[in-house]
């Protein structure tokens, strides 16, 4: 795609332009906001503004037009989001210095109405990239960001490999002074990993340690040479000198040859996944995939879709089994208009206990065709502003006239601060971007809710090619740990209470189950293999998650602390009178309530809810279950009554599925998973 340039001149600026190349994108403008003249530097939350006497200079060395604007507004909203999560109140914020952006690419867009992307080198500051990622949303940009999440001593390795010369120009931590100024990258390594190593600090300045302005880099056609430059001393501690240089006269040099940008590119897969790439392809070789059985539809379970349900339990509320259509009955409704009831409905459900569809944490979207996937979302994106809540979203045998069905969690937050998301719309090579309306995570009250997660290559966001159910599985997994580690900016653990995997082919089953039992990382959540119709994209596997922090908090010596904690995990079986076969799973912590329980029956489960009571670990989550997904096979002759009466009726989801298996035993008749609080 043709992109334009947000170019502070610094050494990320121009380093994300070679991996802008390495993946087809075409440069076609720059844009830079500086301080008004006069001004050298402003105490800007969002922009480097030192260097900018030489940003017509890096503009001139990539022979691109530059489009510049002068900051006019301050960091008026400081929190984590920017703008609402209500679609009303999701635009910009009046006098804010992210509007100077807005206004400054809106004003590229207009001259060159053919720009699609947005070049950024954020590599971990939250507040910039969500800011750069609102006004691209609005403009209908595509945030370009490779260098986001990598570590930063194999970026910094990566940029003087690559032909990066650039240098300090800015010095303002720890063990930086003035003599560091105007040194190289190649020069300054050493004691940045010196520095990182000793006192913590960011190898390439994320910390605002040091800024840099380059002087070449293989995208340039020219070079830049300083001809005088000035020191000037802004504070001069013992602690950090504050100081830059002022560029008071450059020329550009002619280059004596061509070089294409060839900057190294991080591996798809680490090493970890690797392993769990080649695990399903061993296990593919060992066992090739069989054709699946045809779906034997039936009105069996039609009793599991009996309404909506919703329950408060504390600060969380479940809705459940949203639909409009009832089975059976004609309908003449669009899908469109079946999204926006199903919508209303949900709604209105929320409205009963004081909550707004801005406090859902977690939504799934049940479809009766992939194919409605592109006019659903639509409509769906209508009902959110920033950060959406995390979701999953797979097609089902529904039974018709019924095309949509949804379910929903919502938290109650006391203050906007009980809730953070992670909602990174960039290309990178870290995970994917959205590619819809959802968050990949939400945080509330330690619990981590994490949206599907396909095995897209993040750089392109398409599936492999050919299709592969190895590569796709090793992706999903890293994805998910890749987005849980993103979210760990309060340092905690971590841990997997609950894991859905959706297959598109029932066969896929015994494969993907050899890589999750050996994924340590899970060895504590209840498990779930399950067939649909179809998934997004026509991916072949999906990983869904919920996490709970480890963190609790209890009073010591009259002061709230926080400790961190491991939850425990028990399973077991039981045989009813008539042979029915039942198979729990728990995982729940001793200091807090969370939990999640499955349940899963083989047979008509007479006489098996009074052995349910007597299991302990699941007796403690019985009367606390606030939501319950039902997976169910159509065809079977099922009878949920007594599993649902021990979990005291709490709101539920019914999920036609075409298979539903353990991590020990395939073929279920159905499978409850509960999550409790």
């Given amino acids: 795609m043709k992109y334009v340039a947000l170019l502070s001149g610094g050494k990320d600026s121009c380093y994300n332009l070679l991996h802008c190349f390495r993946n087809g994108h075409e440069l076609v403008a720059a844009a830079s906001l500086g301080p008004e003249h006069g001004k050298e530097e402003l105490d800007s939350y969002l922009y480097q503004t030192v260097g900018q006497d030489a940003i017509e200079f890096v503009a001139r060395s990539l022979d691109v037009p530059l489009y510049r604007r002068v900051i006019s507004g301050a960091a008026l909203q400081q929190g984590l989001e920017y703008g609402g999560r209500n679609p009303a109140e999701s635009e910009g914020i009046s006098g804010d210095e992210t509007e100077d952006l807005y206004a400054l690419l809106s004003t590229v867009k207009e001259s060159l109405p053919e720009i699609q992307g947005v070049s950024v080198g954020a590599i971990l500051s939250n507040y910039q990239r969500v800011r750069v990622e609102h006004v691209c949303r609005r403009l209908r940009l595509t945030p370009l960001c490779y260098l986001w999440q990598r570590d930063q001593a194999e970026l910094l390795s990566e940029m003087i490999e690559a032909g990066m010369d650039a240098i300090l120009i800015k010095v303002a931590g720890i063990g930086l002074t003035v003599k560091h100024l105007g040194r190289s990258l190649a020069e300054m390594q050493p004691t940045l990993m010196k520095l990182s190593n000793l006192y913590g600090s960011h190898i390439c300045g994320e910390g605002g340690e040091y800024e840099t302005l380059t002087l070449d880099c293989p995208i340039f056609k020219r070079r830049i040479k300083l001809l005088e430059v000035e020191t000037v001393i802004h504070s001069d501690s013992d602690f950090a000198t504050v100081a830059y240089l002022r560029v008071k006269n450059a020329v550009l040099e002619s280059k004596t040859e061509a070089v ?12 970890s996944y690797e392993q769990i790439r080649d695990m399903v392809s061993a296990s593919l070789s060992s066992q090739p995939q069989l054709a699946n059985d045809d ?142 309306p959802y968050s990949q995570g939400i945080i509330v009250d330690e619990r981590v809710f994490i949206s599907g997660q396909i095995g897209l290559v993040p750089s392109s966001l398409n599936l492999p090619s050919p299709p592969s159910l190895a590569l796709e599985t090793a992706l999903s997994f890293q994805h998910v740990d890749r987005v849980l580690s993103a979210m760990k900016t309060d340092r905690w653990d971590g841990h997997v209470q609950g894991a859905i995997y959706w297959l598109a082919n029932a066969s896929d089953i015994p494969h993907v189950r050899k890589a999750a039992v050996s994924y340590m990382k899970d060895d504590h959540a209840t498990t779930l293999f399950v067939a649909v119709a179809a998934l997004p994209k026509n991916a072949l596997m999906e990983k869904q998650v919920l996490v709970h922090t480890g963190r609790y908090f209890e009073f010591d010596e009259g002061e709230l602390v926080t400790r961190s904690t491991s939850p425990q995990f028990a399973d077991g079986d039981v045989t009813g009178t008539d042979g029915t076969c039942m198979h729990w799973e728990v995982s729940k912590f001793a200091e807090t309530t969370a939990a999640t329980a499955l349940v899963c029956c083989r047979g008509t489960e007479d ?38 009466d021990f979990f005291e009726h709490a709101p539920l989801t019914a999920i036609p599925c075409r298979a539903i298996s353990t991590k020990q035993v395939n073929d279920w008749d159905y499978a409850m998973l509960a999550i409790g609080t």
Avoid at 264 to 269: G, H
Avoid at 362 to 374: E, G, K, Q, R, T
Avoid at 396 to 414: Q, S, W
Avoid at 609 to 628: K, M
Wanted: with cysteine.
């Fill in 607 to 644: 006489g098996v809810l009074s052995q349910l009571r007597d299991i302990v670990p699941l007796n403690a989550l019985g009367s606390r279950a606030l939501s319950i997904r039902l997976f169910y096979r159509p065809s079977r002759n099922i009878s949920i009554s007594q599993c649902h």
């Fill in 260 to 271: 294409t940008p060839d900057p190294a590119v991080p591996p798809l897969l680490s090493e």
């Fill in 295 to 436: 779906i034997e539809l039936s009105s069996k379970a039609e009793h599991c879709d009996s309404g909506v349900f919703s329950k408060r339990f504390g600060d969380w509320v479940s809705v459940t089994n949203v639909t409009i259509a009832t089975p059976g009955s004609p309908t003449t409704l669009s899908i469109e208009d079946e999204v926006e009831q199903c919508f209303q409905k949900l709604q209105a459900c929320l409205e009963e206990y004081s909550l707004k569809l801005s406090n859902c944490t977690n939504i799934n979207i049940f479809l009766s065709s992939m194919d409605l996937f592109a006019r659903v979302n639509a409509v769906y994106a209508t009902f959110f502003g920033n950060s959406p809540p995390a979701r999953a979203c797979v097609a089902v045998d529904l039974h018709p006239p019924t095309r949509v069905k949804l379910d929903c969690i919502a938290y109650a937050e006391r203050t906007p601060a009980d809730r953070q998301a992670l909602h990174v719309q960039g290309l990178s090579y870290w995970a994917p971007a959205n590619i819809g």
